[in-house]
């Protein structure tokens, strides 16, 4: 009889372990999804309590987008989002890893069509992230800078406003301009964003990725489709 009551101990034991590791996932987590070549940061506030996740994530077209079909089990954690995007709302799916430190999920992310699919991991944000980054980042202003194309010199104006991650704006010198800043983003030291411009009966998607410095901006940019890309160095207007 005490055998029996060890063995159903033991079974219990090993049946909480992977609630208990799931549990681990509950907090703030950031990281970076590729979407066409450009780095879209997202946020994932995430809460786990019997094998249920739920919360929200921000940074995707639609945000904050809230956690939808949310499971934790031994495999991981599972979770659905909808976002809009062109018009079009798509249910965009996570599998996620936990890794064993606890300091990490590894995501793979896609639509649930199969039309779309990424990798991203995520990290878990300390408490003094935010204040942090708010501290090292401020890209609020007009940058000033040109990029070559086919040797020729083109000025741009990019005009920023930031608040809590998201940037809005828009940029002086292209064929369509002021060109209204889409998708913008801010995380840590990076900003990304895209912009729509037509040359020659065309519409192309710019995608702008920045990397913040003192008092400048280098910017790589190029079309969404890979076909050119350059870089260029922005510098904040009268710094």
Do not use: C
């Not at 369509?176 to 840590?188: W, Y």
């Not at 702008?208 to 489709?225: C, E, N, P, R, S």
């Amino acid at each position: 009889m005490k055998g029996i009551i060890r063995l159903v101990g033991l079974l219990a034991l090993l049946a909480a372990i992977p609630a208990a590791r799931a549990a681990d996932a509950n907090g703030t987590w950031k990281g970076s999804v590729d979407v066409n070549g450009g780095s879209m940061p997202l946020v994932f506030h995430l809460t786990v309590a019997n094998g249920t996740v739920t919360g929200t994530i921000e940074g995707m077209p639609t945000t904050p987008a809230e956690i939808h079909e949310g499971k934790a089990d031994a495999d991981g954690i599972t979770f659905s989002a909808n976002s809009d995007y062109q018009g079009q709302t798509y249910k965009v799916v996570f599998h996620g890893k936990l890794a064993p430190a606890g300091d990490e999920i590894a995501f793979t992310v896609g639509t649930d069509d199969g039309s779309w699919s990424s990798q991203m991991t995520v990290e878990r944000a300390s408490a003094a992230a935010p204040a942090a980054a708010a501290a090292a980042v401020d890209v609020n202003g007009a940058w000033k800078g040109a990029f070559d194309y086919n040797g020729t010199s083109v000025p741009q104006v990019i005009h920023l406003t930031a608040a809590n991650g998201v940037v809005t704006g828009t940029v002086e010198g292209l064929p369509t301009t002021p060109a209204e800043i889409h998708e913008g983003k801010i995380d840590g030291g990076t900003v990304t964003f895209w912009v729509n411009t037509d040359y020659q009966g065309t519409t192309y998607k710019l995608i702008y990725k920045g990397k913040v410095a003192a008092g400048q901006i280098v910017f790589t940019l190029g079309v969404d489709d890979g076909s050119w890309s350059t870089q260029m160095t922005a510098t904040k207007a009268g710094a």
